[in-house]
């Protein structure tokens, strides 16, 4: 059984930190240029939250979804060929509908929290769903121990998806803070694959950086093995000519006081980085990241398509090849 377990864990070629909509694009670019199996994606779960009794995992449901070929092709979330009878029964009873959860997607949920209430871990519950949907590349959560994101905003705290999809983001933020960080555990393959002589880069997703990545770093022992791991760390900035590709980034950069930049994202991240990927479009910057003492590449990263996944993901995967830290 350990030499079983230590050959799994030495297959791990790349490690890649993502969220949901913008990360899985790269995620799966990265599953098709490389082995899959060599892959290990470890999700944000900051945004889970309980709602109507049920365990909800988005960040983990976007990256299964999109890598068994199952997600919605326009929202991005949610499932494609989804209907909607759960939610239009639930509305006539007066439930609560500011969530939308799709019946295919609600199956999800329904068993995910069955097992959980069972005893069984995210982990292991994420690693059988992914199993089933015919997904190789193994998808962990950051942690199997709650950890909550809260935004704060003047008039008080919110609950993060209360924030992000019941008030659309329209709250202004001061910051984000993450309960139960401080006493949660970073996922044992996270923790391994960040110290496996053979690993060849760790990859931060184009995902927000305050609100999907920042709850993984924000974990104990994460960034320290990033910093003592042998891999490269490389991230692809998600701002493009000083917007944002998907989502609210943008305008939290501005709330914040922060310069809706690629560099500032660079900044943000600061003496993580070996490397960062930024768009062709924002070459002027190049020469101001690198003085950050951080590597730079220069090439498309919209990814509007899934040759446009794979060529990214190629690239990026290149230019964690140039190098390998002491």
Not at 129 to 136: D, H, I, P, T, Y
Request: aromatic share 6%; with cysteine.
């Amino acid at each position: 059984m350990n030499g079983s377990s230590s050959e799994k864990r030495s297959r791990v070629a790349c490690l890649a930190l993502s969220g949901g909509v913008g990360g899985a694009k790269l995620v799966v670019g990265l599953a098709r240029v490389m082995d899959p199996v060599a892959l290990l994606v470890v999700a944000n779960t900051g945004d889970d939250f309980e709602h109507l009794g049920l365990h909800i995992s988005p960040d983990i449901d976007t990256l299964t979804y999109t890598l068994a070929g199952l997600n919605h092709p326009k929202n991005g979330w949610g499932r494609a060929d989804e209907t909607w009878t759960f939610m239009a029964a639930l509305e006539a009873l007066g439930g609560e509908t500011w969530f939308r959860l799709g019946d295919g997607d609600l199956a999800t949920h329904v068993e995910r929290t069955r097992r959980l209430n069972a005893g069984e871990t995210l982990t292991a519950i994420t690693a059988d769903f992914c199993a089933r949907l015919g997904v190789s590349t193994r998808v962990v959560p950051m942690s199997d121990d709650p950890v909550r994101t809260v935004a704060e905003t003047p008039d008080g705290p919110l609950a993060f998806q209360h924030y992000f999809v019941r008030d659309r983001c329209q709250p202004v933020v001061k910051g984000f803070r993450f309960a139960g960080a401080a006493e949660a555990r970073a996922n044992p393959s996270f923790l391994e694959a960040l110290a496996d002589p053979g690993l060849s880069a760790v990859v931060i997703c184009p995902s927000n950086p305050f609100i999907s990545v920042d709850p993984i770093l924000t974990l104990p022992e994460v960034r320290a093995g990033l910093a003592a791991s042998p891999a490269p760390v490389i991230a692809v900035s998600p701002i493009v000519g000083g917007r944002a590709i998907k989502g609210p980034t943008a305008k939290m950069m501005r709330e914040l006081g922060i310069p809706c930049t690629a560099l500032a994202v660079a900044r943000h991240y600061g003496d993580l980085l070996d490397g960062f990927v930024v768009d062709s479009e924002d070459e002027a910057l190049a020469d101001q990241v690198r003085e950050l003492g951080v590597e730079v590449l220069v090439t498309k990263t919209v990814m509007e398509s899934l040759e446009d996944r794979m060529s990214l993901a190629r690239a990026v995967l290149d230019f964690a090849g140039r190098w390998r830290r002491p």
